[in-house]
T-cell receptor, first 114, second 116 residues
Framework: GQQVMQIPQYQHVQEGEDFTTYCNSS?????IQWYKQRPGGHPVFLIQ?????EVKKQKRLTFQFGEAKKNSSLHITATQTTDVGTYFC??????????????FGKGTKLSVIP | DAGVTQSPTHLIKTRGQQVTLRCSPK?????VSWYQQALGQGPQFIFQ???????QRGNFPDRFSGHQFPNYSSELNVNALLLGDSALYLC???????????????FGPGTRLTVL
């Protein structure tokens, strides 16, 4: 079945440093979504990428979707303490036998040292 | 505008018991998906309901079943509980039936289930 791998698992950065998390799918995706989950909270939608090679920006966050639609990345410039949380990618694609589902990566837990 | 609500917030059960979790979608949403999130892991898709029918299902055994009501609210039932069923159960609502997983999903706060 479809697998989505995300690295790194953990990242500790000094406030002001940049941060990047990478996501790779075992199969070609129809689209990819990114979510942020604060400690003790629930996932909150950040963005969706649909087109091959797509790049989207939200203030200090830059999201990319690979040309083959099998990988994606999230880059945060000049991290702030408010960026703390776990960032998940979720790929939408076929899980076999005509079934489609959203498959989440294991997430990257970001800690920001003030 | 109420977001996605779930009840109860916490639940403790023993092995072999049965549990029912409830979800009310965000106002205006008609599609509900359920996820299981084990500690330190990403959410795993259980199934999705639209028009009171299960439309998509992840790799979960038949012990996991659900229901959607005419008002779009949904229930997740788990029978014959195992220790490994301990997790945070998340409900997410969205629009666009059939392509719902293409759209932004709004997650509820979750139900923390502990199986002893």
């Amino acid at each position: 079945g479809q697998q989505v791998m995300q690295i790194p698992q953990y990242q500790h950065v000094q406030e002001g440093e940049d941060f990047t998390t990478y996501c790779n799918s075992s199969t070609t995706l129809s689209n990819i979504q990114w979510y942020k989950q604060r400690p003790g909270g629930h996932p909150v939608f950040l963005i969706q990428l649909v087109k091959s090679g797509e790049v989207k920006k939200q203030k200090r966050l830059t999201f990319q979707f690979g040309e083959a639609k099998k990988n994606s990345s999230l880059h945060i410039t000049a991290t702030q303490t408010t960026d703390v949380g776990t960032y998940f990618c979720a790929g939408f694609g076929s899980s076999g036998a005509g079934s489609y589902q959203l498959t989440f990566g294991k997430g990257t837990k970001l800690s920001v040292i003030p | 505008d109420a977001g996605v609500t779930q009840s109860p917030t916490h639940l403790i059960k023993t092995r072999g018991q049965q549990v029912t979790l409830r979800c009310s979608p965000k106002s205006g949403h008609d599609t509900v998906s359920w996820y299981q999130q084990a500690l330190g892991q990403g959410p795993q898709f259980i199934f999705q309901y639209y028009e009171e029918e299960e439309r998509q299902r992840g790799n979960f055994p038949d012990r996991f079943s659900g229901h959607q009501f005419p008002n779009y609210s949904s229930e997740l039932n788990v029978n014959a509980l195992l220790l490994g069923d301990s997790a945070l159960y998340l409900c997410a609502s969205s629009l666009a039936p059939g392509l719902a997983l293409y759209n932004e999903q709004f997650f509820g706060p979750g139900t923390r289930l502990t199986v002893l």
